[in-house]
């Protein structure tokens, strides 16, 4: 799902963490694909008809999974969001290798299946911002 941000002050917060997405999920492979891009608001259960106090964006990529992505992901991607100042969680299990990055309220992650089916999924949501510009 594709929706344009139309509010200013999150787009100033989408757009870096947006290059930062393309630039990881680039690093898997030049056939990226968009499956998210959108302006969500932060409270799910706000009732209908009631203006948003705050809303984020989500923006996930996915990526054919190339033989070498669980490397990629531990060699080359974990050591460059750490030195730019990610905090890396490691969220893997038995079907998947998976990692959470936070930095500034904003959300990364990483998942690729270890039997190598299916897509390298990129996916982040920037941190909540107030709809109320003071």
Sequence with gaps: MTKPIDFAPLAAVAEPLRAVLDRVAARFG??????????????????AGVPSESVRWEYNLRVPTPPDAVEILLSEVVPQLSADGWRATDRSGATEVAYQFQRDGANLGVHISRDGAGDVVVGGSSPCVPTEVP
Excluded: H, K
């Excluded at 998210?36 to 932060?42: A, V």
């Design 30 to 47: 030049a056939d990226v694909r968009i499956s998210r891009d959108e302006q969500l608001d932060c409270d799910p259960f706000r009732p």
